[in-house]
């Protein structure tokens, strides 16, 4: 087999991948190159311990309300303080409107490549229209800046506060 059918027989996305790499430059393989050496095992040490902490924080966040209404001011506190720009990369008026009426909740979003402080904003209960069957409808979520994240993470007590 020859490499030109070899390279036929990959799926799409490995031969894109493969042709991708052929175009960067040596300083662009370099840096990548830096990038991946540098993940030793203190690397993977401090994620595991940013991963304990969000965990933590995920866990008190749910399970105590007071946690819940605490991280809730400290948005509400930093937005009035600072604006809600600097809270967020991208602020829709029902985010504005769910925050300035108190109707939201602070989550970790564990969904992405890495743990994250979000805000999810809470809709008005609606009707029940002779089912109990859930909606199916994603509830929506608003990830903070790092700096609101630190923030909030650091007012838990938590030894960390490193996001």
């Not at 031969?15 to 790499?21: D, G, I, K, P, V």
């Not at 052929?22 to 994620?47: F, H, M, T």
């Not at 994250?116 to 409808?137: C, F, I, Y």
């Amino acid at each position: 087999m020859s490499v030109d059918s070899a390279f036929d027989s990959l799926p799409s996305r490995e031969r894109r991948y493969l042709e991708q790499l052929k175009e960067r430059s040596p300083e662009e393989y370099e840096r990548l190159r830096e990038k991946v050496r540098n993940r030793g095992p203190e690397y993977i040490e401090r994620e595991l311990n940013r991963n304990a902490e969000f965990a933590e924080v995920k866990l008190t966040l749910e399970t105590e309300p007071k946690a819940q209404e605490g991280a809730k001011e400290a948005v509400k506190s930093f937005i009035s303080e600072k604006g809600i720009e600097s809270a967020f990369d991208h602020a829709p008026e029902h985010l504005r409107d769910a925050i300035a009426r108190g109707k939201f909740e602070v989550t970790v979003d564990a969904a992405s490549s890495e743990p994250k402080l979000a805000v999810r904003p809470k809709q008005a209960p609606k009707e029940k229209k002779g089912t109990d069957a859930p909606s199916g409808k994603v509830a929506e979520i608003f990830h903070l800046k790092p700096v609101l994240q630190q923030q909030i993470v650091s007012s838990f007590g938590l030894k960390g506060g490193g996001v």
